[in-house]
């Protein structure tokens, strides 16, 4: 149970410093980034289970967080961001 917590927390804080990277924005607040990895990765398996995708491994669930806080980010920008 702690190891699986603990895993989600790295991804999580992963996924959200990456995405803000690849989108552009800033990337030096460490919560930000959990709090958007986290919702990436929800976003992202998802999408993966829409498509037929799932990851089986920590690098898959990194490039699944990721291309969801993408996603995510790009419709928070979009359409919730005035």
Avoid: E, H, P
């Avoid at 989108?23 to 998802?46: C, H």
Wanted: overall charge positive.
């Amino acid at each position: 149970m702690l190891w699986w917590l603990l895993c989600t927390i790295l991804v999580g804080c992963a996924a959200g410093f990456l995405a803000s990277k690849i989108m552009g924005l800033d990337s030096s607040n460490w919560v930000q980034n959990l709090v958007i990895g986290l919702v990436g990765s929800f976003v992202g398996g998802l999408i993966g289970w829409v498509i037929g995708l799932r990851a089986t491994n920590l690098i898959g669930s990194v490039i699944i967080s990721v291309i969801g806080a993408c996603a995510a980010l790009w419709a928070y920008n979009k359409y919730l961001k005035k």
